[in-house]
């Protein structure tokens, strides 16, 4: 079966870049040549595994133009540090890197955040390409500029809007994904269609077992429309002054549950699932959504195994509430000791409230324990 050519949405922020849906890896090399003649000298910063993988294919557009060089970091969410980012300075002057030395991040959400942040700031900045590889980053990380590693403080404590040149997904990549990386992209992506495309939210209904078997055209039209819902938001406020905090939904609950748990026995997916169904719950007490509507929200999400109750996830015994809404006081969103909270309104439309009481935020936990 032969797959359709690639699509091209534009982010149209301040500085605008195109996004490649359904690139090739092996045609990178030929676009860099048609739109940076002064590029000699690539980077690609990515991790063992994802090389192992997909760097030979990647090479190949490459090799004939570039002097191409690659920088290994390890995987995990530890490396978005400091340390890190000095290693790959160290390494990078090695190589002869200079202000027209282009940047290539290929992995997941880790890479592209580390080596967006590393470009952002190597020489005051050279240029960057993201090429996605997990689901999350094709959807989500990947799109809409936000890059930083973290800090003890906190997670994306020293970061940057800092736009990629392009972002160069290829569907083929997500073969390889393990199911537990993709449903942490599931969870953005339903995500996202509870924040603006009823359609794609029928689309997962119906597609279950496509989805699940990995039909790569089903892939394709899922993660097209799920990323174009991200480029909309971005392109329409980049610098997360309104808008752009839509895409926070689920995540205050979310981080919250994260954090209480150490990040340890819970992932992003299952935390942003949760989140989700506690703010719908939220929303239903204000009038937002029907319980009909919550239900389906809870049945889509089962449906692709991501839990709605905190003790669908064993490892935990977070019996106390309270704990969660203390959790919630430190979010970065809030506003003047006031929480800042996005609420799904029906299916395919979210709004910011900064209404809520914690009584019934204490509410929406309760129903999600
Ligand atoms: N910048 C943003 O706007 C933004 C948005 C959301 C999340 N994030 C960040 O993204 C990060 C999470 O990203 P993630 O979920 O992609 O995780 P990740 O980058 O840690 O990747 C998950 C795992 O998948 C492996 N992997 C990657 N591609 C693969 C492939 N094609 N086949 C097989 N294995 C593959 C990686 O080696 C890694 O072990 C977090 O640090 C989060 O803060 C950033």
Not at 25 to 41: C, I, K, N, P, T
Not at 71 to 76: D, M, N, T, Y
Not at 242 to 247: D, K, N
Request: charged share 20%.
């Amino acid at each position: 079966m032969s797959l359709p050519e690639y699509q091209k949405v534009e982010v149209t922020a301040n500085i605008p870049y195109p996004v490649f849906l359904g690139a090739q890896l092996e045609a990178l090399g030929e676009y860099l040549h048609s739109q940076f003649q002064d590029v000699e000298h690539i980077l690609i910063i990515t991790n063992p595994q994802v090389a192992k993988l997909y760097a030979e294919r990647l090479q190949k557009g490459l090799l004939v133009d570039y002097r191409v060089n690659f920088l290994f970091v390890p995987a995990g969410e530890t490396e978005k540090s400091l340390e890190r980012l000095s290693q790959l300075t160290t390494a990078a002057l090695r190589f002869g890197a200079d202000r027209h030395t282009l940047v290539i991040a290929l992995g997941g959400g880790v890479i592209g955040d580390l080596a967006g942040f590393f470009a952002s700031v190597f020489m005051r900045g050279i240029r960057l390409i993201q090429v996605p590889t997990t689901l999350l980053a094709q959807v989500d990380s990947s799109i809409g500029g936000k890059v930083a590693v973290n800090h003890p403080a906190g997670k994306n404590i020293l970061g940057a809007f800092y736009p990629p040149r392009a972002v160069w997904t290829d569907f083929t990549t997500l073969e390889s994904l393990p199911w537990e990386e993709v449903e942490n992209g599931l969870a953005e992506s339903i995500k996202h269609a509870l924040i603006e495309d009823s359609g794609l939210f029928e689309f997962f209904e119906t597609e279950e077992e496509s989805l699940k078997r990995r039909d790569p055209l089903i892939w394709r039209e899922m993660v097209t429309r799920s990323s174009t819902v991200k480029v909309r938001i971005v392109s329409q406020d980049e610098r997360e002054q309104g808008r752009r905090a839509l895409l926070n939904l689920g995540h205050s609950f979310g981080h919250a549950l994260e954090t209480e748990m150490n990040y340890r026995g819970v992932t992003h997916g299952q935390g942003v699932s949760i989140g989700l169904v506690a703010a719908a719950h939220l929303a239903n007490a204000k009038g937002l959504m029907t319980m009909a509507e919550v239900d389906r929200i809870k049945r889509l999400l089962n449906k692709f195994g991501l839990p709605t109750k905190i003790t669908e996830i064993v490892e935990t015994t977070i019996k106390d509430p309270q704990v969660l809404l203390q959790l919630m006081q430190a979010d970065k969103k809030n506003q003047g000791g006031r929480k800042i909270l996005i609420l799904p309104h029906g299916i395919g439309r979210a709004v910011i409230s900064k209404e809520c009481t914690d009584a019934e935020i204490l509410d929406a936990w309760n129903q999600v324990i």
